[in-house]
């Protein structure tokens, strides 16, 4: 593995998230979006999104809200060969392999999708 990150957090209010993170890493580490906040702090990343928005990037490996209101919707790895962890998770129930990355989905990881990149 390469890098590890914070690909999503489930929020219903992502700019109301943001702010707390705005506050931490001061206003230039935010980017906006109209379905998502992405902040940056060194070489982290952290994107806040609606449950909805999170459910259509990640359809059924998305996780369960569970009955929280926030939560870890999903953590990327940066891999050296997609092919090569494609081998080693071909077991996992679920597993999607997309021409850019590799999902495990949430059922299949305590609820929270994991995403392999190259």
């Known amino acids: 593995m390469k890098a590890a990150r914070l690909r999503s957090n489930a929020t219903p209010e992502p700019q109301a998230t943001a702010s707390l993170f705005r506050d931490l890493f001061g206003p230039t580490a ?5 379905d998502k906040c992405v902040i940056g702090a060194g070489t982290a990343q952290v994107e806040l999104a609606t449950p909805a928005v999170v459910a259509a990037e ?9 009955g929280r209101s926030e939560y870890l919707a999903a953590v990327e790895m940066k891999v050296g060969s ?17 021409g850019y990355r590799v999902l495990v989905p949430a059922h299949a990881a305590f609820n ?6 190259a």
């Open 30 to 34: 935010l980017k906006d979006t109209s």
């Open 58 to 66: 990640f359809s059924d490996a998305a996780p369960e809200a569970a």
């Open 82 to 98: 997609l092919a090569d962890t494609a081998e080693r998770l071909r077991g996992v129930a679920g597993l999607r392999i997309e």
């Open 112 to 117: 929270t999708t994991l995403v392999f990149s």
